[in-house]
């Protein structure tokens, strides 16, 4: 809460309640005291005036998705309500403009209600930044009816936002995929599926039975076993060790650097989906969570999923996966490739580290 007094209209508050007392001391009356006390009582009477109006304004506000892609543009809409039977004028919104622009609704825009009345605005919208975190109005001014000093409120009906980030191929440019795809794609010759794949082969004895591909078989009039997949000599898995939320989880230069973090993350993401590459994603959700992008459907499974869900229940998660990253930087590992990315790095680590 803010409050702002408005010096020269305060100084004539006390011009006439100095007046008012001088006229009381020398005539008295009832009309001289009236005036008096009206004086007197004029400041604490508006003060309980923003009060009362406080408690019965009610702002609503609302996205017309529930997640929206960084850079796009949606429509924003609040709803404004006065149920009290004081009116409100010129009641003053203050906007989120760190994070996001309205393109219809100003910063300092000023809107008057009178008793029990609903007010309407609605906007398109852009937000900077991907992440979850609040957009549209964040607080109010009111003025008291003499306009000796004004209130600035933050709003409990704030409205919080998921924005997905953008996918690109940001990692493309900071990571040496193109190496790390040259190293995979290459069969092993003693290490194979558990599941049998599409190659064939006639039945030999000691085959198992839960391996004969009956329909081939009776196509061939011969038994015929399926042959597991050879497995990829290189599996690829990204660990991503983010950073714990402040205690100020709106705060404009953490924001910045999860937007960056998640692009990125989305960015390598995409890139092996798109190419058909198993990824094996690990990151915390409460806890440690390990999920497997096989398909474009995994993909965008991830993508809808991970923007406002990484975060460490308690302090014991984030020691443990510090841990696993420390843990795969050192090691070398000749059938499995980790790439670690953390999301806030200390002076002299690096923002990804490539490890196997």
Excluded at 145 to 160: E, G, S, T, Y
Excluded at 191 to 202: A, C, K, M, T
């Amino acid at each position: 809460m803010k409050i702002k007094i408005h010096k020269w209209r305060l100084l004539i508050y006390f011009c006439v309640l100095v007046l008012g007392i001088v006229f009381a001391s020398f005539y008295g009356g009832p009309v001289s005291f009236v005036w008096l006390y009206a004086m007197l009582l004029l400041l604490p009477l508006s003060g309980i005036y923003l009060f009362v109006s406080y408690h019965c304004l009610r702002i609503y506000q609302e996205i017309d998705v529930m997640k929206l892609t960084k850079g796009e543009t949606h429509t924003y809409r609040v709803v404004l309500e006065n149920d009290g039977v004081l009116p409100l004028y010129d009641m003053s919104l203050y906007l989120y403009t760190d994070r996001c622009k309205l393109f219809e609704i100003r910063e300092d825009t000023k809107v008057s209600l009178n008793s029990f009345q609903r007010v309407e605005l609605s906007s398109d919208i852009q937000c900077f930044y991907a992440g979850a975190y609040y957009v549209g109005i964040h607080a109010i001014r009111l003025v008291d009816p003499f306009r000796i000093f004004d209130v600035m409120l933050d709003i409990p009906w704030k409205h919080r936002a998921i924005v997905r980030p953008q996918i690109s191929d940001l990692a493309s440019e900071d990571l040496e995929i193109e190496n790390l795809i040259q190293n995979m794609g290459v069969k092993s010759e003693y290490r194979f599926e558990e599941i049998p794949g599409s190659d064939n082969r006639p039945y030999q004895r000691g085959d198992s039975l839960h391996s004969v591909n009956w329909k081939v078989s009776a196509r061939l009039n011969e038994l015929t076993v399926r042959l597991p997949d050879k497995m990829e000599k290189k599996r690829i898995t990204l660990l991503l060790l983010a950073d714990k939320t402040p205690e100020n989880s709106q705060d404009i230069e953490f924001l910045k650097i999860r937007d960056y973090f998640l692009e990125f993350i989305i960015s390598v993401a995409w890139y092996f989906s798109d190419r058909g590459i198993p990824l094996t994603v690990i990151y915390p959700s409460g806890s440690i969570v390990e999920t497997t992008i096989r398909t474009h459907k995994d993909f965008w499974d991830f993508y809808n999923t991970v923007t406002d869900h990484i975060y460490y229940g308690t302090d014991s998660t984030l020691t443990e996966l510090q841990d696993l990253a420390f843990a795969q930087e050192k090691s070398v590992d000749e059938e499995e490739t980790w790439i670690v990315i953390k999301e806030h790095p200390l002076p002299g680590e690096s923002f990804t580290s490539i490890c196997g």
